[in-house]
């Protein structure tokens, strides 16, 4: 989660805004019967991280793009990812099923 975390929220910070205008992200944290579920909302520019292309992994080192790996690494170490723009707010909520036992 923490990993997904500083991925969303650099994401959020380094391209969401294209002004100098104070901005607020909200992130909220709960478990849910077995499930650590982080929900970020942020008035940024709309993005739905869910819609980016997959990078190829299998394309040799020097002619892949540089970047695109950390939304793939998001969606890699969750269990579940959703996305929706709530008004003027993007909201992304992550999820991630604890081990039990």
Not at 32 to 60: C, H, K, R, Y
Request: no cysteine.
């Amino acid at each position: 989660m923490q990993v997904a975390l500083d991925e969303v929220l650099t994401n959020v910070i380094d391209y969401g805004y294209t002004d100098d205008a104070e901005h607020k992200i909200g992130i909220r944290l709960q478990v849910v019967d077995g499930v650590l579920e982080a929900m970020i909302e942020d008035d940024g520019a709309p993005f739905d991280p869910l819609a980016s292309t997959a990078p190829d992994l299998d394309a040799p080192l020097q002619e892949r793009r540089v970047g695109g790996l950390g939304i793939h690494f998001v969606k890699k170490l969750m269990t579940e990812v959703s996305y929706d723009r709530a008004g003027e707010r993007d909201r992304l909520v992550l999820r991630k099923r604890l081990k039990t036992g």
